[in-house]
Nanobody, 126 residues
């Protein structure tokens, strides 16, 4: 069982930056593929970014490519999401997710993930 706790959300002006963190409890963090998703009010949860267990492959949603960077620090059991050039459209609750895997692939479908954090709110003002 893995517990995920996000932090780093907040209120930021358009054009600003935030870095989200997600700390995982438990062992074998390096055997998990990880991802970030977000959900804005009245909208479905959408894929933001994913990183594989080997830390050598990443995948991004089209709306965040070139602005967001996903990374992981296995010895700290932590997943990050660096968000730059934020716009009001990035306003959402952000969730980290994890799944155990033996494969070195990323996962973009939320149904593929086993564990979820409770979310951290990001609000971008215009």
């Amino acid at each position: 069982q893995v517990q995920l706790v996000e932090s780093g959300g907040g209120l930021v002006q358009a054009g600003g930056s935030l870095r989200l963190s997600c700390v995982a409890s438990g062992r074998a963090f390096s055997t998990y593929a990880l991802g970030w998703f977000r959900q804005a009010p009245g909208k479905e949860r959408e894929f933001v970014a994913a990183i594989n267990r080997d830390d050598d492959d990443r995948n991004y949603g089209e709306s965040v490519k070139g602005r967001f960077t996903i990374s992981r620090h296995n010895t700290k059991n932590t997943l990050y999401l660096q968000m730059n050039t934020l716009t009001p459209d990035d306003t959402a609750e952000y969730y980290c997710a994890a799944r155990r895997t033996v494969y070195g692939t990323t996962f973009v479908d939320q149904a593929e993930y086993e564990y979820w954090g409770q979310g951290t709110q990001v609000t971008v003002s215009s």
